[in-house]
């Protein structure tokens, strides 16, 4: 069965992440206001808009990260305020940079953060690794690794256990064609597997337009 077909035959049960009436101002700006979306397993939501619109600032929001000027975000129906304790658990956060310890090896990288989530075993991410193109590279330093692999190293987060709910800031930034493409399979079929994904990109998704929604900051609603 393709990923599609699996996704549309998804029973969507239960609500990851919603916001209510959300509202963002930065420098007295506002950036958005009386945003209103829900996000379930099996979705795939794209944040749209011109640079400096707020999509890092919303993706922050929604993570946690940042406090809304106005509204609410509900993790699993309740409030994230009072589940701060619990977040790295609730939701898997890449921002826009790599994320990684420059001095540490990838393998260490992966040991550390993994451990904020359920931990992985040695072996674990060793296949990771190789899952993103970096067998031969566990044990160097990360500071030495090309820019591309170091957002690889960040991103074999995402093949490991962890929260079902991933919110990504800019994932495909440095990566060349095939690594796009094969993030973009792997995206899909974490959402085909009930997971779901939040992400903002300026990279247009090779994704069929049924397979995903958008949130378009200008417009502020989702389709
Ligand atoms: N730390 C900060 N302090 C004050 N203002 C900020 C801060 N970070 C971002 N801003 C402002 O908030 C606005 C939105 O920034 P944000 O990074 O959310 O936009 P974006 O849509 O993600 O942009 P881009 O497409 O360029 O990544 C910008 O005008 C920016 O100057």
């Known amino acids: 069965m393709g990923e599609l077909s699996k996704l549309a035959r998804y029973r969507v ?6 916001a209510r009436d959300l509202a963002c101002e930065r420098d007295l700006r506002l950036l958005f206001a009386q945003l209103n979306f829900a996000v379930q397993p099996g979705e795939l939501l794209q944040v749209l ?3 400096g619109s707020g999509k890092t600032s919303l993706l922050r929001i929604l993570a946690g990260l940042m406090p809304a000027a106005g509204g609410q975000v509900l993790l699993n129906g309740r409030a994230i305020e009072t589940q701060r304790s619990e977040l790295a658990r609730q939701l898997l956060w890449l921002g826009h940079a790599p994320g990684i310890k420059g001095l540490l090896s990838a393998e260490e ?3 550390w ?3 904020l989530h359920e931990g992985a075993s040695r072996e674990q991410i060793w296949q990771a690794l190789a ?3 970096l067998r031969g590279f566990e044990d160097v330093p990360c500071h030495t690794l090309s820019a591309g692999q170091q957002r690889r190293v960040g991103l074999a987060r995402l093949h490991l256990p962890g929260p079902k709910l991933w919110i990504l800031d800019e994932p495909f930034t440095a990566l060349d064609v095939q690594a796009v493409a094969a993030l973009e399979q792997h995206l899909q079929q974490h959402c085909a ?3 779901a994904v939040i992400l903002t ?3 247009p998704l090779a994704l069929p337009a049924d397979s995903y929604r958008r949130l378009d900051l200008t417009q502020g609603a989702a389709c």
Not at 13 to 18: S, V
């Open 13 to 18: 049960t239960e609500t990851l992440l919603e």
């Open 131 to 133: 899952a993103v193109g």
């Open 109 to 111: 990288n992966l040991g």
């Open 113 to 115: 953060l993994t451990a």
């Open 201 to 203: 990109t300026h990279h």
């Open 193 to 195: 597997h009930g997971g």
């Open 49 to 51: 808009g011109p640079n």
